[in-house]
């Protein structure tokens, strides 16, 4: 098979990148600074052969760019580069193929080449701009994109390329000029407007000394966009999340639900009212676009899962728990939905499902804080209470690791809760005293402590305030006030402690409360009201049958 001479493949690689050969649909031809058929003037050899040799090369890229040789394509352009650098279309393929190959350092040699060949260019600095981000240079960044500007301003992207750069290099002054130029463009659209607001909301987080009037531009900004009245969803989104983020709650909600007029089937409107509405307390409100997200895509478990969250806040444990269930069959991996169906679970009284759940999700979650907080719970309910500490301990142990902050007088008031009742008074008194400590008006903590003692006889006059604190601070608490007219029994005062513990089962009529009345018979018995004591024990037997109690009836004067 015959060889073709050399000069006849160099007929056919100038023929093929003269016929317009290109990737990635762009049509890269010789530059018109170099192209001898744009020119009548005398060309000399040089030339021809500098032009010859920058064809060839663009040639032999492309083959090797046919046989998928993507580095023997880029050397063979970069050839060309080299013969003829004023090639700008090349020499940006060229470089943006070297920044896919993070060799920031080969796209700025390539493209200060072009541009010291063809002067400045908006897509050459532009490009350039983006390399020496790359590379960490911000100044240098900043400007190319400030020259990328100057010879093209009709490109708005520019302006918040140019912006995201000062903003993340905190040259305030600059960042706010450069907005306002922005801001003022006629030609600039809707979502160009948004984004220079968003921008506007950057710059405030970042400098409070511009704060408020980043924020009054921004303000500006939506408020010409609304004028406008658009109609895309994706704008009115936008819009709707500016103004919510600048606390505007009425107008966010108002082009949320626009959104969702314009594109009914599109949930992020949806799912941004629901939030709205659950922070603001607007359950019913939240439900209806929850439950709208939830028939557009059945196979979401956000909103099953927001759904649960309403129906826990309306106090609606056992469907909460039915929300939490489904979330869990879409996601069996979501952690907020196993933590927050075992505490349904414990919410509605059921205590053994409610450890059933935890023990779930302990093989699918990672160990918690609060998912051993709500087995301590749930074991404590059912009388487990040595399970009930260890499990408070582990809950404890993770909280010094990850975020102290959540062993809280709250946590060390319900440790030791259940340490009292599991009868171990020694060390229920340390946690109940360590919460007092990290707040001394805790209602409950003053409230539990303080009966402990009365109960056992002890430290009565401390109990006396500590309890007589809780009642002013919950003047109304049912539990509170038994605790009062308990310590004051105690304290060898029954005629004076029986007001309050009537009180307290008053307000306990629609749920009445064994320990109540059992307290009321005993005061009665001391002074001498026999048959209204023996009623009242008689009451608290029927509720709750104790040895106690049975005793106390058996004993009485007949």
Not at 104 to 130: N, Q, T
Not at 222 to 231: F, G, H, N
Not at 367 to 381: C, D, N, Q, V, Y
Not at 396 to 405: G, L, Q, V
């Amino acid at each position: 098979m015959p060889r073709f001479p050399s000069r006849i493949l160099l007929a056919v690689a100038v023929g093929a990148a003269l016929a317009g050969c290109g990737t990635s649909g762009r049509k890269i031809v010789p530059s018109p600074a170099t192209d001898p058929t744009k020119s009548t003037a005398v060309v000399s050899d040089a030339e021809i052969d500098r032009v010859a040799k920058a064809h060839a090369a663009f040639g032999a890229g492309i083959i090797r760019q046919m046989h998928e040789d993507s580095e023997g394509m880029l050397k063979f352009w970069t050839q060309s580069l080299r013969a003829d650098p004023g090639n700008l279309e090349l020499a940006v393929e060229v470089a943006r193929r070297r920044l896919t190959r993070k060799d920031p350092a080969a796209a700025i040699e390539v493209l200060l080449a072009a541009r010291k060949a063809a002067g400045d260019h908006a897509e050459i600095e532009s490009v350039l701009g983006f390399a020496y981000l790359e590379s960490g240079k911000k100044t240098e960044a900043i400007d190319a994109y400030r020259r990328a500007l100057g010879v093209d301003p009709g490109e708005l992207s520019l302006y918040s390329t140019l912006a995201h750069v000062l903003v993340e290099s905190d040259r305030v002054d600059e960042t706010m000029a450069l907005l306002k130029q922005a801001g003022e463009r006629r030609d600039a659209g809707a979502g160009f407007l948004v984004e220079v607001a968003e921008l506007y909301g950057q710059v405030e987080k970042r400098s409070p000394k511009v704060a408020e009037t980043a924020r009054a531009q921004a303000l500006a900004l939506l408020d010409r966009v609304a004028l406008a009245k658009p109609t895309d969803p994706l704008v009115l989104n936008r819009l709707a999340d500016r103004y919510a983020a600048l606390g505007k709650k009425e107008q966010a909600e108002k082009y949320y639900q626009e959104s969702r007029t314009q594109a009914p089937r599109n949930p992020l409107a949806a799912a941004r009212l629901a939030e709205m509405y659950l922070q603001s307390g607007r359950l019913k409100e939240a439900a209806q676009q929850l439950e709208a997200l939830r028939r557009e895509d059945p196979t979401n478990p956000a909103p099953q899962y927001f759904l649960g969250l309403v129906a826990f806040e309306e106090r609606e444990f056992d469907r909460a728990a039915e929300f939490f269930r489904r979330t869990l069959l879409l996601d069996s991996n979501h952690e907020a939905a196993h933590l927050d169906l075992v505490a349904s679970l414990l919410s509605d009284g059921k205590a053994a499902e409610a450890l059933e759940a935890a023990q779930k999700a302990r093989a699918k979650i990672k160990p918690s804080f609060r998912l051993e907080f709500l087995t301590a719970l749930a074991h404590g309910r059912l009388k487990e209470y040595e399970v009930a500490f260890e499990s408070f301990q582990a809950a404890e142990k993770i909280a010094k690791e990850t975020d102290p902050k959540l062993i809280d007088n709250r946590f060390l008031f319900q440790v030791g809760a259940v340490l009292e009742e599991g009868h171990r008074e020694e060390l229920a008194e340390q946690y109940l005293l360590r919460s007092l400590e990290m707040k001394h008006d805790f209602a409950p903590a003053l409230n539990h402590l303080g009966y402990m003692w009365a109960d056992k006889g002890t430290n009565l006059e401390r109990a006396r305030t500590m309890i007589d604190e809780a009642v002013k601070l919950d003047p109304e608490n049912a539990a509170y006030l038994d605790s009062l007219g308990w310590v004051i029994f105690k304290m060898g005062k029954p005629a004076e402690a029986l007001p309050w513990l009537e009180k307290a089962a008053k307000l306990l009529e629609k749920e009445p409360d064994a320990t109540v009345f059992e307290h009321i018979g005993d005061v009665l018995a001391a002074l001498k009201r026999w048959d209204e004591a023996k009623d009242l024990w008689k009451k608290s037997m029927a509720i709750e049958a104790t040895d106690g109690v049975k005793q106390k009836l058996e004993s009485a004067p007949k």
